[in-house]
């Protein structure tokens, strides 16, 4: 199959490292930086039920637009680009027959998601088909996943961003190990590369490593593998294996820059980097250095654990929430306000949480939003002082950004000619 | 019916005069009270007569007093000094501990002579005491001189603590001879300063000249060497953080500060302990208080930083040695800043530098001093002509020489752990055998390890061959055990004894 796909990204402003973007995929634009939410379109449900999931539901009911719940508002503007996985398919212990129901049609087929129109980044799950021993897992079937197959997954999803199956590296992995999981991502991503021509969309690349010289082999064992220069192939970077150091963030800091130096190093640095699984906190400090989208299914996790988001750094429990104080839509909606705070009748615990997921996620959004305003005017003095003001109470977290600030944007101490002896 | 409290005034008295612990306070209050006066010079001068009777006199050309301020300067807590440092009255309280007061003051041409005999011992005796008044027409410029006698000093003024050192130190850090306000455009003026001691307490030197001014070591960013981290010295400039009370009240902080090694911090008037003296300084009038290293987190080491954060709002003991109001917001407020303040320091890329250097000399003296030791491990062993094992590395060591060199037996580590009581399986003729090595065989036992599952023996030496044979002549766990080195086996058990075959390497190895 020969497509006609149209991939664009153009850099509209730049502060330093940072940059503020616009992906254009087929029609359909996307400013970064961006955090794409992670949505689980099918979780074993049926149509009418917009295909289940919980929480996942509630989601998919403020992106479908649906009416009882989002009372006319849209909400369109949390989910301009949405990450799910080909992995998260067999969730919910599915028989294979609705498998194949499910990937009979493309998301945007079906009925209940005929409105949306956000960008659709198609993850190849890699991390959990590797720590399934290679396979997806169902209530009736187990099914071997390799690249050829993932990518016939990502594409049945109707996607607009696919990516090739990765082995993503753990900290503790042997240096042989390492090197073994490198090789087989880059044997799968020269596959996807000769398979380029069946994505009706942008194909990104994934790149694994915590810093340079790690990158420096993953960048290099990929261009051994492929046949024609990065760039060619691939419309995107995307740097994984950063979950399990998610808390450590000198150690994301380091590998989005030593990533970002790679690509500059190689002549990429035109292409969008995207940082796997990462969100929160770290977020700002990792656009400062160069990263333009995220994905984070974090919003979801907060919220099932009753955590509301009070801004990217705190959290407070549910009953503790002070909606009045937050300019939210979510928290606006006297709606959504009295479903958080169990006030109506026959709630079932995934519309308070989902109501709950969804002001976690405008949060972040509007933390992004923010920093791309601000990217807009250009000026790094702009940025460094929104991070610090942001991390003003942060007493644990503001020496990282000090040190991003003072050693990439504006020393805080300038050699002075006065000496005070 | 109202009834309006009553202060007891003499007990008032008694009360902050004897708040001043430190009779070097008596230093601090005359320099603050000579600044507010204006003075460009004051002279302390402080002397002990035979009998250990001190006697001070302060001398400056302020603006001197009229019978008003004299009145403050006795009475308590009425000073007519606003946003000055003795705004409170108390300061000068301190002199009240002493047998006479002299005060000599010309001001608009009016001099004012006052006296104000035992007021201690009145004090004491439930008395207030009273001052005289004289005052005549002068022609002299504006000055104030004021003598104590008979100072109780306790044991501040003795010639065995007292020293110039101590007093320069003391200045530096203790009154507004350290000020910082020369750093920002307050209305700082600048004051000489002038102390001598009589020769009873200290003759060492003549006096102690200095200013009103801190200074830090000269600056020295990035110096060559070898080992020059401890001289790195650098200084962060001043600087006025402003933080906004919820009530919407500002304050101001200004900071300035210098991070330094102990040769670069040995350049100020230190003496004793930099941990003492060193780290985050919380000031107010530009005179330092009280420390909070806590801005610099647990991560660093506060007496690398010398720092001095200056705000109006701190309100501070009669003694001025504590701040008071270190439960409300404003504390807070100020601590909070301080806290952004010196994280922002410690992210700095010349600090992070600095303790980078220090880091790698720390390690260069490390090898130096493992050279050192290195050396004395080769001539012991050059005197010991060769394998001599001290640990149980050294013996597999010797066992695998042992065996490599044609032993009459194959005896090779195969697995070892050395913390388990049984640490070695050895490969033998006869398979796989479990066994302890020990560098002395005698160690094993006073540990009183079972040899239930104990196959061999193997060790650099038998040890203590007494303790051995002390052990064979009891028993061992309850049992009896015999030491045969002469067929290099022991006998453990009753009846049938187990036995167990003891490798001794000393000796067998080329």
Known sequence: ????????????????????????????????????????FYGGGNEGALFG??????????????????????????????????????????????????????????????????????????????????????????????????????????????????????????????????????????????????????????????????????????????????????????LGSLVPRKDNVEVLVEAVSDCKLEMQQRGYEDLPLHVFGIAGNAMPLLVAVGADSFDSASYLHQAINGKYCVNLFETVSLDEADFDACDCRVCNDDFHVARMRNEMDNLYQKDILGSLAAHNLAIQQQELRKFRQLLTEGDQQLVADHLEEAVKDQKGFRKFVYQLINERINPYFEETDTTYA | MHKTPQVNEVNEFIEIASDFEDPLEVIREALSNSYDANATLVDINIAQDDEGQNTLIITDDGFGMDEDDLSSFFDLGNSNKHDAIGYKGHGTKIYYKSDKICVETVKDGTRIESVMDH????????????????????????????????????????????????????????????????????????????????????????????????????????????????????????????????????LSIEVVGMVGGKEARNKMQTYGKHSAQFGIWLAKDHIKVERYNDAIGADNEFFHFFFIANCQDLELSANREKIRNKSGDVYQAITDELDRYMTKVCQESWYRDYIERRKLEDKK??????????????????????????????????????????????????????????????????GYKNAALQVKLSDFFETETPLTNIDRFVCWKLGDRDALTRIERSSYLGEPIRFDFQNNVIQYGKGDPKTIPVLELDGKIM
Not at chain 1, 81 to 107: F, P
Not at chain 2, 149 to 169: M, R, S, W
């Open chain 2, 119 to 250: 007021p201690w011992t009145k004090l004491n005796n439930r008395k207030l005491p009273r001052y005289s008044i004289d005052e005549t027409d002068t022609d002299e410029p504006s000055q104030t001189r004021i003598e104590v006698h008979g100072f109780q000093a306790g044991q501040g003024f003795d010639p065995q603590q007292l020293t110039y050192n101590k007093i320069e130190h003391y200045i530096k850090w203790k009154t507004i001879g350290g000020s910082t306000a020369w750093f920002f455009d307050d209305d700082f003026h600048e004051m000489d300063i002038n102390i001598e001691l009589s020769s009873t307490i200290v003759d060492t030197r003549d006096s102690v000249e200095t200013d009103n001014r801190l200074k830090f070591p000269a600056e020295n960013l990035d110096p060559d060497g070898e080992f020059v981290a401890e001289g790195m010295c650098k200084h962060y400039p001043p600087q006025e953080l402003s933080v906004v009370l919820d009530d919407g009240r500002e």
């Open chain 2, 365 to 430: 003296r490390s090898v130096r001093s493992q050279e050192n030791s290195l050396e004395e491990r080769l001539a012991r062993t050059q005197e010991l002509g060769g394998l001599s094992p001290s640990n149980p590395a050294e013996v597999i060591a010797a066992l695998e020489r042992y065996s490599a060199n044609g032993s009459p037996e194959t005896v090779e580590i195969a697995d070892f752990r050395i913390d388990e009581e049984v640490n070695a399986i050895v490969d033998t003729d006869e």
């Open chain 1, 53 to 238: 999931g919980g929480v996942h539901r509630t989601i998919k009911e403020f992106l479908a637009h649906d009416n009882e719940i989002t009372a006319g508002e849209d909400y369109s503007d949390l989910f301009r680009g949405v990450m799910t996985s080909i992995a998260s398919l067999t969730d919910y212990g599915i028989r294979e027959k609705k498998l194949d129901w499910y990937l009979g049609k493309e998301i945007r087929e079906w009925e209940c998601f005929n409105s949306f129109d956000g960008m659709i980044f198609a993850d190849s799950g890699g991390y959990k088909i590797l720590s399934n021993g290679g396979g997806l897992e169902g209530a009736d079937f187990e099914k071997d996943v390799d690249q050829d197959q993932a990518l016939d997954m990502q594409l049945a999803l109707g996607p607009d961003i696919v990516v090739n199956l990765d082995h993503p590296i753990h900290p503790d992995d042997e240096f042989e190990e390492r090197v073994e999981k490198m090789k087989k991502t880059a044997a799968n991503a020269a596959r996807l590369a000769e398979r380029r021509e069946d994505v009706n969309g942008a194909c990104y690349l994934t790149v694994h490593g915590y810093y340079e010289e790690m990158l420096e082999r993953s960048f290099n064992l990929i261009e051994d593998e492929l046949e024609e220069p990065i760039p060619e192939a691939f419309d995107g970077i995307a």
């Open chain 1, 1 to 40: 199959m020969v497509t006609d796909r149209m991939v664009s990204f153009d850099i509209i402003a730049e502060a330093g490292e940072a940059r503020h973007g616009q992906l254009q995929i087929n029609g359909r634009t996307l400013e970064t930086p961006h955090l794409f939410p992670v949505v689980n």
